[in-house]
């Protein structure tokens, strides 16, 4: 079984609550092969403002001018991703802190001119990820990225994960997140969707924002391979495996699925 579990900013802020996810992945990493990508945008924004830096955002992207991508990798790629690392290593794992940087893991090019530094993922070279998981190692990925020329970008989270669970061959895409998971116009929760139902969500303005940005990930994941992607509520107990173990948490996406309550 591969899984690739996507963890979202928000979630890694509290000591507890990171913790306990620690404690989830590392118990899930002894019968399952995991790759972690993070986020770290609240972390992130708090940086900024401390240093009278204002974020901008354009549909969900954090417009990223030099001030801002120095900022991302030292907090994103730096203090957010030891922070996971070590917590993962308390917790019994054998985390292995990285970005997609390391080793071109990750390349990307720039998205948009207007948005400055932020990328858009061209490639992924799933070999480290394959080294680090066939030596017993637990990868944890900061969304940074590099083009071929070393210029870094700001990619978006569920973005990275997306592209890295296609080219790992996840069996299954999780992101773990601060709401319980996608909702239809009344608010209640979608425990199944199909990507036709998804794109009616989108094409209503009932997904804005984050959630947008996670059906999007989510459409092109399940669009090259991967057979299906879960969104559910971090802080949940047990989380990771209840979903192991078959039972509903969150909403379900696959190619196939109807959506039912």
Same mark, same amino acid.
Do not use: W
């Given at each position: 079984?591969?899984?690739?579990?996507?963890?979202?900013?928000?979630?890694?802020?509290?000591?507890?609550?990171?913790?306990? &996810?620690?404690?989830?992945?590392? $118990?899930?990493?002894? #019968?399952?092969?995991? %790759? +972690?990508v993070h986020g770290?945008?609240? =972390? !992130?924004?708090?940086?900024?403002?401390?240093?009278?830096?204002?974020?901008?955002?354009?549909?969900? &992207?954090?417009?990223?001018?030099? $001030?801002?991508?120095? #900022?991302?990798?030292? %907090? +994103?790629?730096?203090?957010?991703?030891? =922070? !996971?690392?070590?917590?993962?290593?308390?917790?019994?794992?054998?985390?292995?802190?990285?970005s997609g940087i390391?080793?071109?893991?990750?390349?990307?090019?720039?998205?948009?001119?207007?948005?400055?530094?932020?990328?858009?993922?061209?490639?992924?070279?799933?070999?480290?990820?394959?080294?680090?998981?066939?030596?017993?190692?637990?990868?944890?990925?900061?969304?940074?990225?590099a083009d071929r020329?070393?210029?870094?970008?700001?990619?978006?989270?569920?973005?990275?994960?997306?592209?890295?669970?296609?080219?790992?061959?996840?069996?299954?895409?999780?992101?773990?997140?601060?709401?319980?998971?996608?909702?239809?116009?009344?608010?209640?929760?979608?425990?199944?969707?199909?990507?036709?139902?998804?794109?009616?969500?989108?094409?209503?303005?009932?997904?804005?924002?984050?959630?947008?940005?996670?059906?999007?990930?989510?459409?092109?994941?399940?669009?090259?391979?991967?057979?299906?992607?879960?969104?559910?509520?971090?802080?949940?107990?047990?989380?990771?495996?209840?979903?192991?173990?078959?039972?509903?948490?969150?909403?379900?996406?696959?190619?196939?699925?109807?959506?039912?309550?």
């Amino acid at each position: 079984m591969k899984l690739l579990v996507k963890l979202g900013g928000t979630l890694l802020d509290a000591d507890s609550t990171r913790e306990a &996810l620690a404690r989830q992945i590392a $118990a899930v990493s002894r #019968a399952a092969q995991i %790759v +972690v990508v993070h986020g770290g945008g609240q =972390q !992130l924004t708090r940086y900024l403002t401390e240093r009278g830096i204002e974020s901008r955002f354009v549909n969900g &992207l954090r417009v990223t001018s030099p $001030a801002i991508l120095d #900022a991302v990798v030292k %907090v +994103v790629a730096g203090s957010v991703n030891r =922070q !996971l690392v070590a917590a993962l290593n308390r917790a019994g794992g054998h985390g292995v802190g990285i970005s997609g940087i390391d080793a071109g893991l990750v390349e990307a090019e720039q998205m948009d001119p207007a948005l400055g530094s932020v990328g858009l993922v061209t490639r992924v070279a799933p070999a480290l990820l394959d080294t680090l998981l066939a030596g017993g190692f637990l990868p944890v990925v900061a969304c940074v990225a590099a083009d071929r020329e070393g210029r870094f970008y700001n990619v978006n989270a569920d973005q990275m994960a997306a592209a890295c669970a296609v080219a790992f061959g996840a069996d299954q895409l999780i992101f773990l997140t601060d709401v319980a998971g996608v909702l239809d116009a009344g608010k209640a929760l979608l425990p199944r969707l199909s990507m036709a139902q998804s794109e009616s969500l989108i094409a209503a303005g009932v997904a804005t924002g984050g959630m947008l940005a996670k059906l999007n990930a989510a459409a092109g994941a399940l669009g090259q391979g991967v057979p299906q992607v879960r969104i559910c509520a971090g802080a949940a107990d047990g989380v990771l495996a209840r979903i192991l173990a078959g039972e509903e948490a969150g909403t379900r996406l696959a190619p196939e699925e109807v959506c039912a309550r």
